[in-house]
């Protein structure tokens, strides 16, 4: 019996098809740090940033990769969690969890931030304290509840925000192109040496951008057929960003320069290719990209909890389902309560500093999952050539990285794992004094 096999009913409804699935993890992918990271790389690694997001891309398609041979071997919810719980046992599980929800809980929480931050540029008032707050909550409120009402409604909310995105995205791409291509860009040359810890840290940055796919793997147990769609749906992601993003830096250091140092380079080349209206136009493009962003989450995370407590490492209430809709509505509620209380507190560049050391952790704990899983099950239904090459080349790639990301900073993260450890010493507490009852009665008989 496969992995994957033998599983209950869970009262979840399988009507996620193969294109909603990539969907799903293109906006669970393309987040606000597209409108605002390119300026970034280009300052790090020059002239030579195209190429370098292009080498970075491939770098986190290895991961990606993995990712889709251990996803083809699943079709219940869960995503990372069950993938690191059925390959190396519950503790592992357990950290990854808590981790994952970490990651992806704060990640939405400062992108409702910057939801707030660009409509400023329309309603200046929203910064205060209590219209501020009041739209910070209705912006969870209302995708909470699109969720909770069904996951086919969620699914269409979310493909509508991905065609609105791409689209935005796509104006700002063509109209830039278009001026490159009629006149002299600012692309100077490269510098003849670039040092290697730039490039590692330019690696980190798109690293985060590529972030985030993960979640979108979480709701498996409402995908109409998980192991065929999971790996399109990831290599649809992979191709399809990773053009989006290798043209939007060719656009910023064509127009910009090499040297772009603004903090919002998308609004700068749509000001300079589209006039005054220009910087309007990639608000909008923000505001779309970054509720889209926060649905995206909202279908997928909660799919984590839900999945625990299947497994019974989370109380009975985390995998209660409404008759009605067919949704996890507990989870869904939860984590729409962890975001708005992050969101008061939370920014991008805490984002930043959460997200990217949990990530590069259970990317890595996936890659070796891999091949575990293959001397455990025997062939999977999408299996990567190379033998252990590639999966051996993701966890070079977690561990290479994770010497750049700045952990002084991290330090929930740290908490964060200490609270998994007590998480699992609770559970094997649990189990144990359940399991001594049951023998007494057993022998008793």
């Known amino acids: 019996m496969g992995v994957a096999d033998g599983a209950e009913s869970t009262g979840l409804v399988r009507v996620i098809g193969r294109w909603s699935l990539a969907a799903l993890t293109i906006t669970s992918v393309l987040c606000s740090g597209v409108f605002g990271l390119p300026a970034t790389f280009a300052g ?126 796509a104006s700002v791409v063509v109209a830039g192109a278009v001026m490159v291509l009629k006149q002299p860009t600012h692309i100077q040359p490269a510098a003849t040496h670039v040092p290697l810890r730039s490039w590692l840290q330019a690696t980190v940055f798109v690293a985060f951008l590529f972030g985030g796919f993960e979640s979108a793997l979480a709701p498996m147990g409402e995908a109409k057929d998980p192991r065929r769609d999971a790996g399109f749906a990831l290599f649809a992601t992979l191709i399809g960003c990773g053009v989006i993003y290798v043209l939007i830096q060719w656009v910023v250091t064509a127009i910009l320069g090499s040297s772009a140092s603004t903090q919002r380079p998308l609004a700068e080349v749509a000001r300079i290719t589209m006039g005054n209206h220009g910087a309007a136009i990639v608000a909008v493009s923000a505001m779309v990209s970054v509720y889209g962003y926060l649905g995206a989450k909202l279908l997928g995370m909660p799919r984590v909890t839900f999945s625990l407590a299947e497994q019974g490492d989370l109380p009975r209430i985390f995998c209660s389902v409404s008759r009605k809709f067919h949704t996890p509505w507990f989870s869904i509620l939860l984590y729409a309560v962890v975001i708005w209380i992050l969101a008061g507190i939370g920014s991008f560049a805490w984002n930043v500093s959460l997200s990217v050391v949990s990530r590069l952790f259970y990317y890595g704990v996936v890659c070796v999952a891999v091949m575990v899983l293959r001397a455990r099950e025997g062939p999977a239904k999408f299996r990567l050539p190379g033998g252990p090459l590639l999966p051996l080349l993701g966890v070079a790639v977690c561990i290479v990285l994770a010497t750049q990301v700045d952990v002084r900073q991290s330090n929930i993260v740290c908490l964060t794992v200490l609270a998994a450890l007590l998480h699992w010493t609770w559970l094997r507490t649990f189990r144990r004094e359940k399991e001594i009852p049951q023998r007494a009665r057993t022998g008793s008989q």
């Open 44 to 169: 790090l690694v020059g002239g030579y940033s195209v190429v370098g997001v292009f080498i970075a891309s491939l770098a986190m398609g290895i991961i990606m990769a993995c990712f889709a041979e251990v996803s083809s071997r699943f079709s219940e919810a869960g995503g990372p969690y069950l993938y690191a719980r059925v390959s190396f046992g519950k503790l592992t599980g357990v950290l990854v969890a808590w981790l994952l929800y970490l990651a992806q809980a704060a990640a939405p929480a400062a992108n409702v931030n910057l939801f707030v931050i660009y409509l400023a540029e329309f309603w200046p008032a929203v910064l205060e304290p209590w219209p501020r707050f009041l739209m910070l909550s209705l912006l969870v409120a209302a995708l909470t509840i699109i969720n909770v009402a069904g996951v086919r409604q969620g699914t269409i909310a979310n493909n509508v925000f991905t065609i609105v995105k791409l689209l935005a995205l």
